[in-house]
């Protein structure tokens, strides 16, 4: 299944339902691409991985290489919603203490409430 990106606004947060797999080829591409635009309007974005069923080490790669960006861009990009399977991958690689991660989509927008 191709990845479908969905970009909505909830309470001033730019969130972004991925749906499908996140791998390595046009998939990263169209999620590299449309976070890096995002980037140059929007500093607070929560991506949904709720519809997401499967990321490879490509995907990961532009995960990582993602938080960067928006590091970089004085920016925060924070995920929700994972499913067993992505948890399960960040736990095993570590990156679940790179990335910002909540339970719900809500609890991670308001996050950016507490933090301001």
């Given at each position: 299944m191709q990845l479908k990106l969905d970009t909505?606004?909830?309470d001033g947060v730019t969130v972004m339902d991925c749906s499908g797999?996140?791998?390595f080829g046009?998939?990263?591409?169209?999620?590299?691409?449309?976070?890096?635009?995002?980037?140059?309007?929007?500093?607070?974005?929560?991506?949904?991985l709720s519809?997401?069923?499967?990321?490879?080490s490509g995907g990961l790669g532009t995960l990582v290489s993602l938080y960067t960006s928006a590091r970089n861009a004085d920016a925060s990009?924070?995920?929700?919603?994972l499913t067993q399977r992505v948890g399960d991958l960040l736990q095993v690689t570590k990156l679940l203490t790179v990335f910002d991660v909540y339970e719900s989509e809500q609890a991670a927008v308001d996050s950016?409430?507490?933090a301001a």
């Open positions: 909505r606004t909830v797999r996140i791998i046009e998939e990263t591409s169209q999620l590299r691409d449309t976070i890096k635009n995002l980037l140059t309007d929007h500093k607070r974005i929560v991506l949904n519809g997401t069923n499967y990321i490879d990009l924070k995920l929700a919603n950016f409430r507490k």
